[in-house]
């Protein structure tokens, strides 16, 4: 990387730091409660979320679900890892105990829940008729349909006994509060991790229109369970009465950070939202456009400017090689770009994995595509392959940090410079 290509690393370094819960989770915890406490919880941070809340709390009964890798050393608290994005068997069996966990509270016990991005593969519990493999190939056509992730999320509830407010039922009447780490565009409890502990309107009906509208076909099981008395908790349900969400970190405090840090250094930093959704090949080209643009408008002696977004973005698979959003957004950038002095970028997932992949995402900047020539592989077959971790691996442009034990979303910077 040249200077500006490992600022952008810093950048995208700050903006993990910032959501780590080891420094922002105990500030939202209660006193301990009296009696009886039980942890659960389930996402790529929640491990890391239980690590905190021991440290503030001691030891503690409980069960969290994270991804194989991202388990941490928690005292009371069990830790499973499990796969992620597809579920697989220690998820399942994980899921199952830990419903008959919370099913052993009482009126006078309190459960805290730990949710974070991941949750929606970690927590598995078919519905009646729907078998495991199933539910991971339903799971795997939604990740190749480029269907937003929150319509993923609603055909995940309605296949599942522990999404949309079930494992709050599961707790009822004990109380509970369930800590959050978004990473949803727009912040929406009700689909960070699909809302095991959150009402939700949607309707049976919903979810087979959105596996129509992708075109994901679908076994007759599947189809017969969508046909099902209703399994998801509307938000009136009684028995959300005694919960309270929080969102305690989320993609705007990471932008946030990164964007003082590069204002400290000099850059006018232009915010372009931290919800962005889309197809990457196509919000790369829109993002190309705006820097270029840019460029061309700034003179000598000018601030350098840093465009700033978050958000999920989504690959339509087309191909069969192997990438994600942040490469791809990368890759699609660089050939729009087309090797333009002055103008160098960064995207990442903050939890460290990008699509399936154990990269964060990759950098780029005026002299990828001249060295991906140099090196033998040709930028736009590597796109319409979708296989740009393949491509940043070749001229050594990925970001690889290993777990980050956090997930606040997707982290993309620019940074334009006359």
């Known amino acids: 990387m040249n200077s500006t290509e490992t600022f952008l690393r810093q950048l995208f370094d700050k903006a993990v730091e910032v959501a780590d819960p080891m420094r922002s989770l105990a500030r939202f915890l209660p006193e301990r409660p009296k009696g009886r406490v039980i942890v659960v919880g389930a996402g790529k941070a929640s491990a890391r979320m239980g690590e905190a809340v021991e440290a503030a709390w001691e030891p503690c009964e409980g ?3 994270t991804r194989y890798g991202y388990g941490r050393p928690c005292r009371g608290i069990e830790i499973v890892e499990a796969a992620h994005p597809v579920p697989d068997e220690n998820g399942l069996n994980a899921t199952a105990r830990m419903l008959e966990l919370v099913k052993t509270a009482g009126e006078g016990d309190f459960v805290l829940a730990l949710i974070s991005g991941g949750a929606s593969a970690l927590l598995v519990a078919p519905a009646e008729g729907v078998t495991l493999a199933e539910k991971q190939a339903v799971n795997a056509a939604l990740l190749a349909s480029g269907a937003p992730i929150d319509r993923m999320n609603t055909v995940r509830k309605h296949l599942s006994h522990v999404k949309g407010g079930q494992l709050a039922a599961a707790v009822y009447p004990a109380r509970m509060l369930s800590l959050l780490i ?6 929406d409890p009700a689909f960070i991790g699909s809302g095991p502990t959150v009402g939700d309107g949607s309707t049976p009906d919903d979810a087979l229109a ?3 509208q992708w075109k994901i076909d679908v076994p007759a099981s599947v189809r017969a369970a969508l046909a099902a008395p209703h399994r998801v908790l509307a938000p009136s349900d009684p028995r959300l009465a005694r919960v309270e969400n929080v969102i305690y970190a989320a993609p705007k405090q990471s932008l946030a950070a990164a964007a003082e840090l590069a204002e400290r250094a000099g850059y006018d930093v232009r915010l372009l939202g931290d919800a962005l959704e889309g197809e990457a090949r196509e919000v790369a080209r829109a993002q190309a456009e705006l820097a270029l643009d840019i460029l061309a408008s700034l003179r000598p002696g000018d601030r350098p400017v840093l465009l700033l977004s978050g958000g999920e973005l989504t690959v339509t698979r087309r191909g069969n090689g192997v990438g994600g959003p942040n490469a791809e957004f990368c890759l699609a950038l660089a050939i729009a770009l087309k090797g333009t002095d002055g103008i160098h970028a960064i995207a990442c997932d903050t939890d460290g994995v990008d699509g399936a992949a154990e990269v964060a995402g990759a950098v780029i900047g005026p002299r990828t595509l001249n060295v991906a020539r140099a090196t033998g592989v040709d930028p736009d077959l590597a796109l319409a392959a ?7 691996a070749a001229i050594d442009g990925q970001v690889v940090t290993g777990p980050t034990l956090t997930n ?3 982290f993309r910077a620019i940074s334009i410079c006359r």
């Open 386 to 392: 979708n296989d740009a971790h393949s491509f940043f």
């Open 408 to 410: 606040v979303n997707d």
């Open 63 to 65: 069960l969290v679900i």
């Open 182 to 187: 978004s990473d949803m565009p727009g912040d």
């Open 210 to 212: 959105i596996l129509n």
